[in-house]
């Protein structure tokens, strides 16, 4: 397909867009609406690449690490998401190539909501994600060695184009921000940006949960009045949700059962605990389907409804030889307090599990687990920590090991049962910001919205390999 692209460059010491055709003076930069419509001001300058004065798209900058490395950037006006022309950034076959523009929008208020939104369409990039980048830089006034930085994940798909966005909280002090769009690992690639935004948007309302989790000795798995001891005392004390042991026995007589299904007595015997409390319930219980056996997680909505079921999917010897099946799936579910998954004691020793919750947007992940021998036991807590630290998502235990522990996405331990039976809480607030100095950017960032971004999944085939 042949563009009208206009004023192709290149990164050097002193950059210059050459031979920009003038838009005409008040050119639209964004679809007329109708009717009135009612919206904040958009605080990018110039957002859809329209003015330009002296060959340059006003307000905005191009940059790359090296002039050997960097992409070409043109107004391109034959490509347009509205208006006349957009941001070409192509790679040209260039290896390692690297580069991105920025514009500086001002009149930022620290504790608001701004939504940062960018539309590009892109060819020859085989990831989006990877190729394709949106960044919100908060500013502080004078020198700002700690800038807060924030990368969009939130990309929706609007025809040939993509859309970027993403509502995000102005921290303390920022009094202007930097909008930065760019191209990386793509030689072949081209991206085209248009209609970038960012307006006051209305903050997101906080998502508390209170989450609970329990312990008991091995030895009472199978006592449903212990069981249901804990789970009042996790409704009485106001949890959302709360996590039971592996294996559990919550329905008096169940025991007798030769072949207990799901639903079943233990889901009948959660669900009226659930609806009782308004409070979600996830535990692993015993289930068969046919000739089968599995180990299942079941989640319980807070109105008593089974909302689903996950089947343990790494199976120790021991329980392959039992006659145990495995489970062939990993969802995920939405639910009242926001999207979660669960997996059952052995799983967790496999990070490709956690990692395929959490690359399927899940927030918590819980964790009934028997509990891990290794290093003299102390590989239980080591390893639930860093699967929250690696995943940036709260993961939730509930172990016969005595200690059954909620742990936020820093990896750190916000309640632990410590060795004592009983039931232990923590009040979490899924969308706070949680900014921290990374290696991977000048300042503060948030690792949720980096790691999407930057992991390599091109390299990890030798993973789903047998062995």
């Not at 449903?224 to 949890?239: D, M, V």
């Not at 232990?424 to 948030?446: H, I, K, M, N």
Request: net charge negative.
């Amino acid at each position: 397909m042949r563009r009208g692209v206009v004023g192709l460059i290149v990164v050097a010491g002193a950059l210059a867009w050459m031979g920009l055709s003038v838009a005409p003076a008040g050119a639209a930069t964004a679809p007329q609406e109708s009717k009135e419509v009612v919206v904040s001001q958009n605080l990018v300058p110039n957002p859809g690449f329209e003015e330009v004065t002296e060959g340059r798209p006003v307000g905005w900058k191009t940059g790359a690490p090296r002039l050997e490395i960097a992409p070409s950037f043109a107004r391109d006006t034959s490509v347009a998401h509205s208006g006349s022309c957009s941001l070409l950034i192509a790679g040209n076959g260039s290896a390692g190539v690297v580069g991105w523009v920025s514009a500086q929008c001002p009149g930022v208020t620290a504790g608001k909501s701004y939504e940062l939104a960018a539309y590009v369409r892109a060819e020859g990039v085989e990831s989006l994600h990877a190729s394709a980048w949106a960044k919100l830089t908060w500013q502080r006034p004078g020198t700002d060695e700690f800038p807060r930085v924030a990368y969009l994940n939130s990309v929706t798909r609007e025809g040939e184009w993509w859309r970027f966005a993403g509502t995000l909280r102005a921290p303390e002090e920022a009094v202007s921000a930097e909008v930065t769009l760019g191209l990386r690992h793509a030689p072949q690639g081209s991206l085209w940006w248009d209609d970038i935004s960012l307006r006051e948007a209305p903050s997101p309302a906080p998502r508390h949960v209170r989450l609970a989790t329990t312990y008991l000795p091995s030895d009472q798995h199978l006592d449903p009045q212990a069981w249901r001891s804990l789970i009042e005392k996790a409704g009485e004390g106001k949890a959302d949700v709360v996590c039971l042991g592996e294996m559990v026995n919550v329905a008096p007589g169940a025991e007798l059962e030769a072949h207990p299904t799901i639903p079943g007595p233990a889901t009948e015997a959660l669900g009226e605990l659930a609806r009782r409390y308004q409070m979600m319930i996830i535990a692993s219980v015993p289930e068969w389907q046919g000739d089968l056996w599995y180990n299942t997680a079941v989640i319980i909505g807070k109105d008593g409804r089974l909302i689903g079921r996950y089947r343990k999917t790494h199976l120790p010897q021991t329980e392959v030889e039992a006659g145990s099946a495995a489970g062939a799936t990993l969802p995920v579910f939405d639910t009242e307090i926001g999207r979660i998954g669960a997996q059952i004691c052995y799983d967790q020793f496999f990070p490709e599990v956690t990692r395929t919750f959490a690359l399927k947007g899940a927030e918590i992940v819980f964790t009934p687990i028997w509990g891990d021998g290794r290093s003299e036991g102390k590989a239980l807590d080591a390893v639930a920590r860093a699967r929250a630290l690696d995943n940036s998502l709260f993961y939730v235990t509930s172990t016969y090991g005595g200690r059954s522990l909620i742990i936020d996405p820093s990896g750190t331990i916000l309640a632990d049962t410590a060795g004592t039976p009983g039931v232990v809480f923590a009040d979490v607030d899924l969308d706070a910001p949680r900014y921290e100095p990374w290696l991977s950017v000048t300042g503060q960032a948030e690792f949720r919205t980096l790691w999407p971004k930057e992991r390599r999944p091109s390299l990890y085939g030798s993973i789903t390999e047998d062995r």
